[in-house]
């Protein structure tokens, strides 16, 4: 079973915002774990690889370790957390779709000062430029159910809270 690990605190990648640097850093882990899942190679040498790449400096290389080394090795299980919120078996994910969910459940579980929505987004985001046509739907709904049970109080504050609009004066009785 995958353990999970608290982090470090937030750094801003060289040259960017942080927002940016956490972006670059599951870029980098998403591009990773699939290269792990249809190569088989090793995880050092793989995070050897990714830290010589192009656009590395970008990435918040603390957030872009804790990543991985909570992934590298764990993914599989990670996505099998998942298994109950699947509509199909794991097995039958794309691996771009299967590494992107790996990430999101990571978060979702080791990183709970990373607010869900946020968790959410940034793997929709993900799928939207790395997965299939509609990909980053199916991710949407399995991270917001997935987050519905293992971030259960914070998904009902959320639900809870109504919208407010925004501008000047909005909401001003």
């Known amino acids: 079973m995958p353990s999970t690990r608290t982090?470090?605190?937030?750094?801003?990648?060289?040259?960017?915002?942080?927002?940016?640097?956490?972006?670059?850093?599951?870029?980098?882990?998403?591009?990773?774990?699939?290269?792990?899942?249809?190569?088989?190679?090793?995880?050092?040498?793989?995070?050897?690889?990714?830290?010589?790449?192009?656009?590395?400096?970008?990435?918040?290389a603390g957030f872009f370790d804790e990543l991985w080394r909570g992934l590298a090795d764990d993914a599989d299980a990670w996505v099998e957390r998942l298994a109950a919120v699947l509509d199909r078996p794991s097995a039958e994910l794309s691996p771009i779709e299967r590494s992107i969910l790996a990430i999101g459940a990571y978060e979702l579980e080791a990183r709970p000062e990373i607010p869900y929505r946020v968790v959410i987004n940034e793997a929709v985001e993900l799928a939207k430029s790395y997965g299939g046509t509609d990909g980053h739907k199916y991710v949407n709904g399995v991270l917001d159910r997935y987050a519905a049970g293992v971030r259960a109080d914070e998904v009902a504050r959320r639900r809870d809270t109504p919208v407010r609009a925004r501008g000047p004066g909005a909401n001003r009785p």
């Open 7 to 60: 982090g470090s605190p937030p750094v801003r990648a060289a040259g960017g915002s942080r927002a940016y640097g956490r972006r670059r850093a599951r870029e980098l882990v998403l591009q990773g774990l699939y290269q792990r899942r249809l190569s088989g190679n090793a995880p050092g040498a793989i995070r050897a690889q990714l830290a010589e790449s192009k656009g590395y400096e970008r990435a918040d």
